[in-house]
């Protein structure tokens, strides 16, 4: 499988996972989805990852985005580690695990990196959104947590681009002032679409409040 770029549709599968066999665009329907991989079960830093993942159910719930992490390993050593995250994380892992223990899934998403490691899978993020489009990828090493709070941002981001029209400037958190799309340039279009007016710094670099707040 050649990497994933965005824009490209992600590709559907069905494989076992902690809550039974899953058809991934059907258990997605039209919800945005993160697709998330773990080097292996009864790992350290993915322990710490699935806890904090599971205690964001209700933002990932609000912004109508679906949680499935990947790990190559069968389902029975899924649901033991479960127990064991649940247990020291002070959480309650409520979304699936694939059970990619055929390496079907890490195939499709070109997760084995064989210069990193011959058999774990890469720790990766994949964005999808309603239209199966994949939105972000990343990858991090093996050793580094991934911070569940950048990825929220991201949806966040993504989400005001997709229903507001503004994209999001360097370091941007919600509520901060936001940027308007350069395709919008009909001043009646403007008007309606920011009420609370915009500050042009430069013609190209035009301010706004956040819209939906
Ligand atoms: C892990 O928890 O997955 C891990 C920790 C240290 C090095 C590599 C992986």
Redesign the pocket.
């Known amino acids: 499988m050649a990497t994933l770029r965005l824009g490209d549709t992600a590709p559907d599968f069905t494989q076992d996972s902690s809550i039974g066999p899953i058809s991934f665009h059907e258990w997605l329907g039209d919800s945005w989805g993160i697709l998330f991989s773990h080097?292996?079960d009864y790992?350290?830093?993915?322990t710490t990852e699935l806890g904090a993942t599971a205690k964001l159910a209700e933002e990932f719930k609000k912004r109508n985005v679906k949680p499935i992490a990947l790990s190559v390993d069968p389902v029975e050593s899924h649901k033991g580690w479960i127990t064991d995250i649940n247990e020291t994380q002070g959480a309650e892992v409520n979304f699936p695990i694939i059970a990619d223990a055929d390496r079907k899934v890490s195939e499709l998403y070109d997760l084995i990196h064989p210069n990193a490691s011959t058999t774990a899978t890469v720790r990766s993020v994949f964005i999808i959104d309603p239209n199966k489009k994949i939105r972000l990828t990343l990858t991090y090493p093996?050793?580094t947590g991934r911070n569940f709070n950048e990825i929220l941002r991201v949806i966040d981001s993504l989400q005001l681009t997709e229903y507001h029209s503004v994209a999001t400037p360097a370091n941007w958190e919600d509520g901060d002032d936001v940027v308007i799309v350069p395709s919008i340039t009909d001043p009646e279009v403007l008007k309606q679409k920011f009420p609370k007016g915009y500050k042009a710094v430069k013609p190209y670099l035009r301010l706004t409040p956040q819209p939906n707040k």
Do not use: D, N
């Open positions: 080097p292996a790992t350290p830093v993915c093996a050793s």
